[in-house]
């Protein structure tokens, strides 16, 4: 099993800036990557981005490539997500994801908060 366990949010203006820390722990070495993903309300889960366990590739959504960005600690066994210029349509609860080597995303944080204010 793999814990993660998200820092971070909070209350921001728009054009401010955040970053998100995700913390793992337990067994990560079967994690493929990790991410991040956001739920607002009314709407569904969506991926943000991913980064492999290793920090060599990256991968984005449209709506935040060029403003958020993901990067990782392997001593520390962490994942950050930098978000840049945001939005108030980027307020969600933001969940960091373990990827297994099967392809799915089956481990979750517990979410931290993100409001961007207009």
């Known amino acids: 099993q793999v814990q993660l366990e998200e820092s971070g949010g909070g209350l921001v203006q728009t054009g401010g800036s955040l970053r998100l820390s995700c913390a793992a722990s337990?067994?990560?070495?079967?994690?493929?990557?990790l991410g991040w993903f956001r739920q607002a309300p009314g709407k569904e889960r969506e991926f943000v981005a991913a980064?492999?366990?290793?920090?060599?590739?990256?991968e984005y959504a449209v709506a935040v490539k060029g403003r958020f960005s993901i990067s990782a600690d392997n001593a520390k066994n962490t994942v950050y997500l930098q978000m840049n210029s945001l939005k108030p349509e980027d307020t969600a609860v933001y969940y960091c994801?373990?990827?297994?080597?099967?392809?799915?995303?089956?481990?979750w944080g517990q979410g931290t908060q993100v409001t961007v204010s207009s």
């Open positions: 337990g067994r990560t070495t079967s994690t493929f990557r």
């Open positions: 994801a373990g990827q297994s080597y099967s392809g799915q995303f089956k481990f």
């Open positions: 980064i492999t366990r290793s920090g060599g590739v990256n």
